[in-house]
């Protein structure tokens, strides 16, 4: 029974009222299965109402009340147990905590130990590199000197550089730097004793600088921007740089613009190359100063002179003058912000250098181009009219047409 109480206690939720009447229902099915058949009188009066045996009842909750006191005593037993063991598992982890405390100490005092010792060992190494770099760099230098002076001793002897690292194409860039000292060594020599090894280094220079030029060249057709960039860097200590900048702006604009009108793709190409430039070179923007420029006095004033070297019809001949002078100038605008500082004007005085010539004539010819366009109409007006002109003077001519024409019209005297 006591189980049996113990899985009724245990259900969520429990109550009390229900505890007993199951309790009640238990007893009185067990007083009718024990009682037998009853009588028919007695099921007449009982009317199919189940016997009430009080004293069964008396007896089951005297029963039950011991029943739960034992099991009362037997869960206080169980509790009182889990407390102590609770009681001692808290002061083990308590001893352990203490413990750890003092060994977390331990460490912490060990760590700032190693602490102080690890600056203080790498105090001294630093200190033992800046030696070790003092007496290296000298080391370094004069090796380097000394590899120097076996690549000067070639240049020395008579005959050809023989030497591997100028004859691989591989070592392209050692045998740049070593000649890029070569040439600046030799600016310092008297020139009456080393006349021939002079020129053999300028002429192994120049080979070299044309090597790296013509690989600057191949790489950029091949769009290789690592390889331009470290060619234009090293190209950057050579006299030839700018040829490396001319090279690449020449490639750049070889191909066609926009077709048939240049100005569509002006603006995109110097947007895409700009990108370019400014991972490829140290100085961008002198660089797309150039590559504009270059832009402006090449292909626009070429366009320009070829749209304008007619002017037989000069009615075309001023649109096309107008419209190309417009688009150059809002050319210069969308540009402007592509060039530098120091650049700030340049892009409207290369547009007044390429129109310079037109414009400075423009007035006469918009002048004499009117003029024969207002005695055309007028002639075309007199016609229509059947009016016969009068010789005289163009204005004062003019002057009485109107006046005549007027006053037909509106019947007006006009003083003459």
């Known amino acids: 029974m006591l189980s049996q109480y113990m899985e009724e206690f245990e259900q969520e939720p429990f109550e009390v009222s229900g505890f007993i009447e199951r309790l009640t229902w238990r007893t009185n099915n067990e007083c009718d299965n024990t009682s037998g058949k009853q009588s028919q009188l007695d099921g007449i009066i009982g009317a199919g109402i189940k016997d009430f045996n009080p004293t069964a009842l008396h007896d089951t909750f005297i029963q039950t009340i011991k029943d739960l006191k034992i099991l009362q005593e037997r869960q206080q037993a169980k509790c009182e147990r889990l407390e102590e063991a609770l009681k001692q598992e808290q002061e083990a982890h308590a001893k ?32 033992l590199g800046e030696q070790l770099e003092n007496v290296n760099t000298p080391r370094s230098r004069t090796v380097e000197a000394q590899t120097l002076l076996n690549y000067m001793t070639e240049f020395l002897i008579s005959g050809p550089v023989v030497n591997d690292i100028f004859t691989d194409a591989t070592r392209l860039y050692e045998a740049a730097d070593v000649i890029q000292k070569l040439y ?43 390889k331009m960039k470290r060619l234009a860097q090293i190209l950057s200590q050579f006299k030839g740089y700018a040829q490396c900048i001319d090279v690449y ?93 120091m650049d700030d004007d340049l892009l409207n005085k290369l547009t007044q250098q390429i129109f310079q010539k037109h414009l400075a004539t423009y007035v006469e010819i918009e002048s004499q181009f009117l003029t024969r366009k207002c005695a055309s109409e007028l002639e075309k007006f007199y016609a229509s009219k059947n009016h016969q002109k009068k010789p005289a003077e163009r204005f ?20 003459q």
């Open 96 to 127: 352990n905590i203490i413990k750890l405390q003092e060994r977390h100490q331990l460490a912490s005092d060990v760590f700032w130990q190693l602490d102080e010792k690890i600056n203080s060992v790498a105090g001294k190494i630093i200190h």
């Open 184 to 226: 600046a060594i030799a600016q310092d020599l008297p020139p009456e004793k080393f006349v021939d090894s002079k020129r053999k280094i300028e002429k192994k220079y120049d080979e070299v600088e044309r090597r790296l030029i013509e690989d600057f060249a191949t790489a950029q057709k091949s769009e290789d921007i690592e």
């Open 249 to 341: 702006i020449e490639q750049s604009q070889m191909t066609p613009y926009g077709g048939k009108d240049i100005f569509i793709g002006i603006v995109p190409m110097c947007k895409h190359h700009y990108e370019i430039i400014k991972k490829v070179f140290s100085n961008p923007q002198q660089v797309m100063s150039k590559f504009i420029l270059n832009i402006y006095q090449l292909k626009l004033h070429q366009y320009a002179m070829t749209k304008l070297d007619d002017k037989r019809d000069e009615e075309k001949y001023l649109k096309t003058l107008y419209e190309l002078y417009s688009r150059t100038l809002k050319l210069s605008t969308d540009l402007q912000h592509y060039m530098s500082a």
């Open 396 to 415: 004062q001519e003019l002057k009485r047409d109107m006046q005549e024409l007027i006053r037909t019209k509106a019947n007006i005297n006009i003083a």
